[in-house]
């Protein structure tokens, strides 16, 4: 059966960090693409970032020098270190995996507040 379970979600004041995980299992993570993704109260969801077989990393102009991505194949994990964070990176996050991005984390809730 397939799981990505994502944690590392909290509240932080604006300027700060917080580092979020997915752990996944029952499919060959190494073999795809992992994406996260966020989704704001009453917006579509938006891509954030991903990373490739390869280590390829992609960003959103909105997070990019801000957050990072990256992935551990033997562990079957991927990161997101987010730092300066702002008020508007409110949401909640997904890790996204699979062919044709089939698979789909639970989400973690992050909020920045002041």
């Known amino acids: 059966q397939v799981h990505l379970v994502e944690s590392g979600g909290g509240t932080v004041q604006p300027g700060g960090s917080l580092r979020l995980s997915c752990a996944a299992s029952?499919?060959?993570?190494?073999?795809?693409?992992v994406t996260w993704y966020r989704q704001r109260p009453g917006e579509e969801r938006e891509l954030v970032a991903s990373?490739?077989?390869?280590?390829?990393?992609n960003y959103a102009g909105s997070v990019k020098d801000r957050f990072t991505v990256s992935r551990d194949n033997a562990k079957k994990t991927m990161t997101l270190q987010m730092n300066s964070l702002k008020l508007e990176d409110t949401a909640v996050y997904y890790c996204?995996?699979?062919?044709?991005?089939?698979?789909w984390g639970q989400g973690t809730q992050v909020t920045v507040s002041s």
């Open positions: 996204n995996a699979g062919l044709g991005g089939r698979f």
């Open positions: 029952g499919f060959g993570f190494s073999d795809y693409t």
């Open positions: 990373i490739t077989i390869g280590g390829s990393t």
